[in-house]
């Protein structure tokens, strides 16, 4: 089993900036993919960004590309979550997950593991 637990959240103003990190333990994989999702109130759990394990490659929603940066930090077991100029409809709460297996990245259904959340407000 994989362990994720989020923290970093929190409330800004627009055009502020947070980072968030995702802490893994238990079980670990040579080979993963870590993903960012996002859940509004009222609203289905959406992709944010994913990067696999070493960092090579790196997925955005066209909604975040140019503000939010995803990266890891293999040695700490830890991916992060640097959000920029935030607006008020970037509020949701945020999970982090891990899938190990091949296929896609940016649906709920790719990923095997998930953080308990952590909640992100944008004041305006």
């Known amino acids: 089993q994989v362990q994720l637990v989020e923290s970093g959240g929190g409330l800004v103003q627009a055009g502020g900036s947070l980072r968030l990190s995702c802490a893994a333990s238990?079980?670990?994989?040579?080979?993963?993919?870590m993903g960012w999702f996002r859940q509004a109130p009222g609203k289905e759990r959406e992709f944010v960004a994913a990067t696999t394990s070493r960092g090579l490659l790196r997925y955005y929603a066209d909604s975040v590309k140019g503000r939010f940066t995803i990266s890891s930090d293999n040695a700490k077991n830890t991916v992060y979550l640097q959000m920029f100029s935030l607006k008020p409809e970037d509020t949701a709460v945020y999970y982090c997950?891990?899938?190990?297996?091949?296929?896609?990245?940016?649906?709920?259904?790719?990923?095997?593991?998930w953080g308990q959340g952590t909640q992100v407000t944008v004041s305006a």
């Open positions: 997950a891990q899938k190990t297996g091949s296929g896609g990245y940016n649906s709920i259904d790719d990923y095997e593991y």
């Open positions: 238990g079980r670990t994989f040579s080979n993963f993919l």
